[in-house]
């Protein structure tokens, strides 16, 4: 099990991502939408939206996500403090997952608070007396699945990033075998 780290970190990021996941699919699933309205007496016509549940989704997903990887950077200390990586492939490898999972992480944050400024924007009401071409704007669909998209890349790049930093810590640095030098340095004499 050496090198492999701690079990309930692995457990605590994967569950926190997965519902971090299960949030941002709700959110996509409860957007607002607009109806009509007209008022017969001011004759006004306005949109009136649903619930604005999925902005509260969205923050929630935006908060589990950053949370695991808080969890993740504070345990492996940011791959910049605590102790060197040795060597080798896994010091490499942990390096590539580190860059990947963070530049899905903020692909991910910014898909899902998008989403849910623009949706909880859409959500108030707008009036026009006598509108032509008025339409009830909502949220495009799929920023949220985007957003849940990412997270789980997030989700799976962070996994294998803790097993290789892990494995990188847990490995014995290599000496290098350097032989002494045949040329010498005297004069013939």
């Known amino acids: 099990m050496e090198g ?16 971090a996941f299960g949030f941002a699919i709700a959110a996509e699933r409860r957007r607002s939408t607009g109806t009509f309205v007209e008022d017969k007496n001011t004759n006004r016509t306005y949109c009136v939206y649903s619930s604005d549940v999925a902005t509260g989704y969205g923050v929630g997903s935006f908060l589990f996500l950053l949370s695991s990887e808080s969890l993740l950077m504070g345990v492996t200390k940011c791959m910049c403090f ?7 492939g896994n010091r490499a490898w942990a390096i590539i997952y ?10 991910a944050e910014a898909c899902i608070v998008a989403g849910a400024k623009n ?10 007396i006598y509108a032509q071409n008025f339409s009830c704007e909502t949220l495009r669909k799929g ?19 803790y097993m290789y930093f892990t494995k990188a810590i847990n490995q014995p640095a290599r000496k290098a075998s350097r032989t002494s030098s045949n040329v010498g340095m005297t004069g013939y004499a």
């Open 4 to 19: 492999k780290g701690s079990s309930l970190v692995h457990l605590l990021v994967i569950v926190l991502s997965l519902v």
């Open 98 to 107: 580190f860059v990947s999972s963070w530049m899905t992480f903020l692909v």
């Open 82 to 88: 605590g102790r060197p990586l040795a060597p080798g």
């Open 143 to 161: 920023v949220f699945i985007a957003g849940a998209v990412f997270v789980v890349a997030t989700m799976i790049l962070n996994v294998y990033y």
């Open 119 to 128: 949706n909880a924007y859409h959500t108030k009401y707008r009036d026009v």
